[in-house]
């Protein structure tokens, strides 16, 4: 039988060898945070699981049997299991790539059988026509870039399935004063096919986004999806296909709470009479809070937006509980990634919220799939839905 092709990525399963190691011995002092674990309660489907796994799989340097490949893709590359590593060992990185050697293999689970043809052919994750990617974006501005403009890379699940999300982020953009541009060749950012072991094809799909990007020669590129701002800054350049340096991506919660920004949003300020204070609770999604350390700007956004009162998950920032979307979960192993949700839902309606709010478009969408089959139905909105409304 002849080895794997080389991989497509700048790291590699090998390099990672003695950390996986350390995982597959550990006394699973990560497990109780792993919403796979927990959902299941079994033992293979923990971070310790998954990571003998593959410490059997790199050994053996054969293909992997049915079983292991579905242990592989129960997870939701969430990071749980990171940030209560003491020593911080990047498991979720070493499933991705445990993955894209699955891919290699032509080991491909069911439900991801036609997902990379799709996303290449069609330029988003749901097959929908490339030509109709900004046509629910009503309020588009798009004037000739100049030096302050900024650029709002959409995303797929955000044009195609919630525009409201980038509408609002737009009267948002536009209430002060910002240059927005969209970029018109804009592809899926990739994400989706990273974690689920499609390296190559989302190689290709940076490719295009940074050319395009770099033509327009704008220098900051803002994005209401983490997964994209995740993509852009921190896969990409793993992907061998970095954005130019002089370009600066940030999760459009880190742009508003810069100091002028801040300061006329906060002119906007208005206590209301306090019957009409709801409690909202905030979600951190994982790629934008494990992931890029983003906790505090969401907040501070919430914050100002008279009529919410912030409340907190039991388990919030870098210990936030995942929503079950992440890892291509819905798409593998859709009825664990609902229970992951229920579960997530269940907390909330622990707090005092009578709202759920994110940051995350995949995060509401996977929320608002499953919050009407939880209990009493908990409104679900982004934050910028939240902000946009105010400032009207
Ligand atoms: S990620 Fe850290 S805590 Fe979790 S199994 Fe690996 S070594 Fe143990
Ligand atoms: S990334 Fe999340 S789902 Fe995957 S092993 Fe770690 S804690 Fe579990």
């Known amino acids: 039988m002849s080895g794997p092709p080389p991989p497509s990525s700048t790291d ?102 036609d997902f990379d043809q799709i996303v290449t052919q ?22 000739p870039p100049s030096n302050d403009t900024v650029l709002y890379f959409v995303g797929c699940t955000t044009a195609y399935r919630h525009p409201e999300i980038a509408t609002a982020a737009i009267q948002v953009l536009n209430h002060l004063g910002i240059n ?4 018109q060749k804009e592809v899926c950012c990739g994400s989706p096919l990273i974690r689920a072991g499609f390296t190559e094809t989302a190689q290709n799909l940076a490719k295009q986004n940074v050319e395009a990007i770099t033509q327009s020669g704008i220098r900051t590129i803002i994005t209401t999806c983490p997964g994209c701002a995740r993509a852009l800054k921190l896969d990409y350049p793993k992907l061998n296909v970095p954005l130019p340096k002089s370009v600066r991506v940030l ?12 300061k006329r949003l906060k002119q906007h300020e208005a206590p209301p009479p306090v019957a009409e204070i709801i409690p909202v609770v905030y979600h951190d999604p994982c790629h934008l809070g494990r992931e890029l350390g983003v906790y505090e700007p969401p907040r501070k956004l919430l914050r100002l937006i008279p009529g919410i009162h912030l409340v907190e ?3 919030n920032r870098d210990h936030a509980d995942c929503c079950g979307a992440g890892g291509a979960l819905p798409k593998t192993f859709p009825d664990l990634a609902a229970q992951i949700a229920k579960r997530r ?48």
């Open 180 to 183: 927005t541009h969209l970029l």
């Open 12 to 113: 590699s399963l090998d390099q990672y060898a003695k950390v996986n190691r350390l995982c597959s011995l550990c006394s699973r002092m990560c497990r109780h945070a792993c919403p796979t674990h927990i959902t299941t309660r079994s033992d293979a489907c923990s971070p310790v699981g998954r990571a003998l796994t593959i410490e059997l799989y790199r050994g053996n340097k054969t293909a992997l049997t049915e079983a292991p490949v579905k242990r592989l893709y129960q997870c939701t590359l969430c990071g749980a299991c990171k940030s209560w590593c003491k020593p911080s060992h990047e498991l979720p990185r070493i499933i991705e790539l445990a993955r894209e050697r699955v891919i290699q293999e032509h080991r491909t689970p069911a439900g991801l059988l």
């Open 313 to 315: 998950f039991q388990n």
């Open 345 to 392: 839902l269940k907390d909330a309606f622990q707090t005092t919220a009578g709202m759920i709010t994110s940051s995350c478009p995949n995060c509401k969408q996977h929320f608002l799939r499953h919050s009407t089959k939880t209990g009493p139905l908990l409104p679900v909105y982004d934050l910028l839905e939240l902000l946009a409304g105010v400032l009207k």
């Open 251 to 262: 999760h459009i919660t880190e742009f508003l709470t810069r100091s002028r920004q801040m």
């Open 122 to 143: 069609h330029h988003n994750v749901y097959g929908e026509p490339h030509r109709e990617r900004f046509k629910a974006l009503t309020l588009a501005t798009n004037q």
